[in-house]
């Protein structure tokens, strides 16, 4: 016999956020919107901006990042060290992986080859998404708010409204991003509530620390 359908209960009246940022993705994703060199957000005073927007309450902020070698790349190793050192002085958890390096050939104008060392992120979106899973099993918050666009995070979604249906209750995933004129990429995950940050939002959010090493 089907199962019989599951009546959620009614959304709550206070909502409790747990907010997951992509550090990378929102970096990037900023960089192409409002120029911005570094990543210069504070995940705090975002959470604080949308939920405040919204009404919500913050339940808790998660931030996931890769990290550079300190042998290849020792400025933006010090400046991430630094920045999650003080991220964890407010009550972030942060999560981090180091980079994983392959050659990569680039052609030069003349027609000759080089090969220079290309880091990129493993594993970084899937412990985000088991932990949205994780903290929905557990009722830590009513509203997942997942600073990213990455469209890989959007099956994630099938199983927070699995987890929904089976408490039963309500339950939300939302996707925050940068938004201007100058970015073409303008879809949030893919099945979320799509939230976007315009220019006045994100510079009302901007970090006052420079964790840069100065030269």
Known sequence: MPDEPVNLPGEPAGKRVMAFFDGQNLFYAAKEAFGYPFPNYDPLKLTRAICLQNRWDVAGIRFYTGIPDPDIDPDRHHFWVTKLGVMGTRGIRTFTRPLRYQNKVVT????????????????????????????????????????????????????????????????????????????????????????????????????????????
């Open 108 to 215: 030069s104008p003349n027609g000759s080859f080089t090969s220079t060392l290309v880091g990129r992120e493993k594993g970084i979106d899937v412990r985000i998404a088991l932990d949205i899973v994780r903290y929905a099993l557990e009722d830590r918050y009513d509203v997942a708010l997942v600073f990213s666009q990455d469209q890989d995070l959007s099956e994630v979604v099938d199983e927070v409204k699995l987890v929904a249906s089976r408490k039963p209750r309500w339950i939300k995933v939302a996707s925050a991003f940068p938004c201007s004129p100058t970015y073409q990429n303008r879809r949030g995950i893919n099945k979320t509530d799509w939230i976007k940050i315009d220019r006045q939002m994100y510079d009302a959010c901007l970090d006052p620390n420079d964790y840069r090493r100065k030269k």
